[in-house]
């Protein structure tokens, strides 16, 4: 049995997804349209998938599912481009609004130039979670640069869940890195039971960063919203870089500004942007 799907292609800082209208009806495979039209060269191409649907107790409800199939609870860049398609293709939404998420109900603002056109959307991503045992890691207590052995080489960890787990390390370079290799050993290391995202940052200033990140279920991405999160949340607490204080985050798909507050309260804005839209042909 054959399904015909309309879809547009979105990316906040190069972090691409498939965005379906589902305010009508959800996609009765979403894993599966997932694995189909996520890899590249082959289909579509993405990082996977989004669906926007109704909500009860918010304006609207983002699930997104992973190039892999699986769901994920929460994806920064992902929910920006959830509140631009709203207030541009749906209409009716105010430029304050709240969208549903598996991590929690998040409150996103669309921000516009003086002439009124879109400029960026900021997303309030909740408090960072510093407690081991709920980002889950196998440990108690704040994991701040722990030392972890992957492969054959020590990492120093600090670990944050942003709705999502995330293991930050710290590096001189971010550049010659095998993520190829090191990602997956880290992505399903025992120390992290429900698979993590990994940030590897390098620290420029107070002010700045750098980070490139292997997320479980898609591999190296462009950019990661909750893993840049993640890393200014890490930077702070091991006192690279200061609270309240907007930050940097050059990623390889562009930039993000995040700030993490006293209270590990973050913030985080960026751009959402259109690519395409076509249909597509899914067999069930």
């Known amino acids: 049995m054959a399904e015909t799907l309309r879809f547009t292609k979105m990316h906040g800082a190069g972090n691409d997804y498939i965005y379906f209208n589902c305010l009508e009806k959800e996609l009765s495979d979403p894993a599966g349209v997932s694995i189909a039209l996520s890899p590249r060269r082959h289909s579509v191409g993405a990082d ?4 926007i649907c109704k909500s009860s107790v918010a304006d609207a409800k983002m699930r997104m599912f992973n190039a892999d199939g699986s769901e994920g609870k929460m994806c920064g860049n992902a929910i920006r481009c959830v509140a631009r398609y709203l207030s541009e293709r749906v209409g009716g939404f105010a430029d304050e ?7 929690g109900i998040k409150r996103l603002t669309i921000n516009r130039t003086p002439d009124g056109s879109f400029d960026s959307v900021s997303v309030e991503m909740g408090r960072a979670v510093l407690e081991g045992r709920h980002i889950p890691v196998d440990a108690d207590g704040l994991i701040r640069d722990y030392p972890l052995l992957v492969g054959r080489k020590t990492w120093a960890v600090t670990a944050v869940s942003m ?11 971010t550049l010659r890195l ?7 050993q880290f992505e399903n290391h ?4 429900d698979r993590v995202n990994t940030e590897f940052v ?11 990140v292997w997320e479980r279920g898609s591999g190296e991405t462009l950019a990661c919203g909750t893993g840049a999160c993640a890393s200014v949340a890490a930077a702070c607490i091991t006192g690279r870089c200061a609270f309240d204080s907007p930050v940097t985050v050059h990623l390889r798909g562009g930039d993000l500004s995040v700030t993490c507050r006293s209270d590990l309260t973050v913030e985080m804005t960026g751009g959402a942007e259109f690519v395409f839209d076509g249909t597509c042909t899914y067999h069930l």
């Not at 709705?163 to 370079?173: I, Q």
């Not at 025992?190 to 039971?193: A, L, S």
Request: aromatic share 6%; charged share 25%.
């Open 178 to 184: 095998n993520l190829e290799k090191i990602g997956p």
């Open 163 to 173: 709705g999502n787990p995330h293991a930050v390390t710290f590096v001189s370079d």
């Open 97 to 103: 609004l709240t969208v549903e998420t598996l991590s």
């Open 190 to 193: 025992p120390f992290f039971p």
């Open 48 to 51: 996977g998938i989004v669906m």
């Open 202 to 212: 390098k620290t420029i200033s107070d002010r700045e960063i750098k980070m490139r």
